[in-house]
Nanobody
Framework: LQLVESGGGLVQPGGSLSLSCSASEFTLAYYSIGWFRQVPGKERVGVSCISSSGGITNYADSVKGRFTISRTNAKNTVYLQMNSLKPEDTAVYYC????????????????WGQGTQVTVSS
C-alpha cells in the first residue's frame, strides 16, 4: 500500500494551498484518510481526517475554520484545502490511511505517505 501526497510548497501568511493524497495500487474508498503534520523535533500530530464515506470529518482545534478535508472516491483522491495559512502551519504534511473506514480517529492510522513540505513565510 502506497500513498502519495502532492501540493506542498511555499506560501505567504494568509495564503492558501491545496494538498492531495492519492494511491495507485489500492482503492482509498474503503479507508478513512487522515492528514498529519510534523515539525523537526516534535511528534507527528493529527490535523484532519475523513471517514470512508466522507460523512464524518474531524479537525484539530488549531485548524478549525481554516482547513477543509474532502474526498472524491471516483478519483481515488483526498484533499486538504488550507486557507488563512499561518507561519505555525509550517511542517511536513503526511496523509495516512486507516482500515477502520467507518470512523475518523487519529490513533487508527497505519499506512503512511512520504510527506510534502508546507512552508508559510513572507
Amino acid at each position: 500500500l502506497q500513498l502519495v501526497e502532492s501540493g506542498g510548497g511555499l506560501v505567504q501568511p494568509g495564503g492558501s494551498l491545496s494538498l492531495s493524497c492519492s494511491a495507485s495500487e489500492f482503492t482509498l474508498a474503503y479507508y478513512s484518510i487522515g492528514w498529519f503534520r510534523q515539525v523537526p523535533g516534535k511528534e507527528r500530530v493529527g490535523v484532519s481526517c475523513i471517514s470512508s464515506s466522507g460523512g464524518i470529518t474531524n479537525y484539530a482545534d488549531s485548524v478549525k475554520g481554516r482547513f477543509t478535508i474532502s474526498r472524491t472516491n471516483a478519483k481515488n483522491t483526498v484533499y486538504l484545502q488550507m486557507n488563512s495559512l499561518k507561519p505555525e502551519d509550517t511542517a511536513v504534511y503526511y496523509c495516512a490511511a486507516s482500515r477502520i473506514g467507518s470512523v475518523c480517529v487519529f490513533s487508527s492510522f497505519s499506512v503512511w505517505g512520504q510527506g510534502t513540505q508546507v512552508t508559510v513565510s513572507s
